[in-house]
């Protein structure tokens, strides 16, 4: 805890004369105004091109100089960036992120030149199924609701944002309040506490108080099909999850596993592309948000379209009658517990996963409980989560292509 009481978890270590630091403000591209969707992710690219005194041509050449890499980004429920220095170069980089976060200029010649970047993605973003099936699915999804709108916007909205759109966004959502840090190398506890100081104090006390509204998933078993001329179908599909607080997260997570993101080993790729090649890919993932939840996932099938589904829709049916047997249980957590710690290969993922910890409120201790509670899930707890959670009739999927045979339904 810096002087100033800004909180920070922090693991020191000094064998690499290297700094990772890596922050997180809760609030996120959820909470862009309705018709400015894209504010968010908006404010994250044009947030380091010029602050203080430094144009913006100024202040990259400064990061480049001094090989110092800060990126900002947005995400549904929040915003955040990641800064990695030399040591050497730390006073450097501290006060250039100090500048990005508290005095961004938000000029008009990188606002322009960003602003045309981000409308030709989206232009691409038209032509791309993926893309084009994960937006739709999200607009079925949650309706009417933030999390269905576009996180990167659209081409009407981000033309309207203006530089008084992205200082306001500053304003109301960068605060020391909502402010998560996580940072690993080469510096200790007493001068990350002042560093803190330094970096955030300018920051208002308090952000901006906002609500949004807890929601379940529309998951009501449509198949939404968008015609488009492409070698390949792109799949996507979901029905409700459980969030990351959820106390059966641990079961339903190894059950994914064996559902569908074991890779190789899950019943989704061997039923689907090894036995049947029925697909190039196919698999599922939690996706915990903090209002709501999906089980989630996707593929790139070829013709036999509806072959594909009816193979998804009768793994999830079978999973949830029959459940997981005691060998796909035990080789799950093996791999679980076994792979976890190729994730703390690099500082920079470490900073990331002391972070979202603690956005997630798992608790500091978490990276040592981890492992154990893996490990102490058993078959009831998966096959009775199973049988309540997987529900084929609600299964909602989009195909983005010209599957022979498949129709929208009602």
């Known amino acids: 805890v810096s002087p100033g009481g800004i909180t ?77 220095t030399l040591s050497k170069n730390r006073d450097q980089a501290f006060d250039m992120l100090r500048l990005a976060i508290s005095e961004p200029r938000f000029d008009a010649e990188p606002v322009s030149r960003l602003r045309a970047q981000l409308l030709s993605g989206l232009r691409r973003d038209q032509e791309d199924p993926d893309a084009i099936a994960g937006r739709t699915l ?23 944002i203006t530089a008084d759109d992205l200082r306001g966004f500053v304003a109301r959502r ?45 998951a009501d078993g449509r198949t939404r099909v968008i015609d488009m001329t492409v070698p390949q179908s792109s799949i996507v599909f979901a029905q409700q999850g459980l969030k990351r607080n959820d106390p059966e997260f641990f079961p339903a997570y190894v059950l994914n596993h064996i559902l569908g993101s074991g890779g190789f080993t899950s019943r989704l790729y061997d039923e689907i592309r090894e036995k049947r090649g029925l697909a190039y890919s196919v698999g599922s993932y939690l996706y915990p948000l903090q209002y709501s939840a999906l089980i989630s996932g ?54 990331a996963i002391l972070v979202a910890v603690q956005v997630q409120e798992l608790g500091i201790d978490y990276l040592e409980k981890r492992n154990h509670l893996v490990e102490a899930v058993t078959l009831e707890q998966v096959n009775g989560l199973a049988k309540k959670l997987l529900d084929t009739d609600s299964l909602t999927v989009v195909v983005v292509g010209q599957p022979v045979g498949l129709k929208n339904t009602p």
Do not use: C
């Open 138 to 160: 999200s607009e079925m999804m949650f309706p009417g609701h933030p999390y269905g709108r576009p996180v990167e916007g659209a081409l009407d909205t981000i033309s309207t």
């Open 298 to 351: 996707g593929g790139t099938a070829n013709g036999r379209v509806v072959e594909t589904l009816a193979v998804l829709k009768d793994e999830w049916r079978k999973m949830a009658k029959f459940g997981v047997t005691e060998t796909e249980l035990s080789d799950a957590k093996t791999y679980l517990t076994g792979s976890y710690p190729l994730r703390f290969t690099s500082s920079d993922n470490i900073a």
């Open 174 to 218: 960068l605060a020391r309040d909502n402010l998560y840090v996580g940072v690993v190398g080469d510096i200790t506890a007493a001068e990350l506490g002042r560093r803190l100081d330094d970096v955030f104090a300018a920051l208002p006390e308090k952000a901006a108080p906002f609500s949004i509204a807890e929601v379940r998933a529309k």
């Open 8 to 84: 920070a978890w922090l693991v020191n270590d000094p064998s690499i004369p290297v700094i990772s630091f890596r922050f997180a403000f809760r609030g996120g591209a959820s909470l862009d105004p309705a018709g400015k969707e894209g504010l968010a992710r908006m404010t994250s690219t044009l947030i380091d091109e010029g602050a203080g005194d430094l144009d913006s041509q100024a202040f990259q050449r400064r990061l480049q100089d001094l090989s110092i890499s800060l990126r900002f980004s947005a995400r549904r429920d929040t915003f955040g960036g990641n800064l990695k």
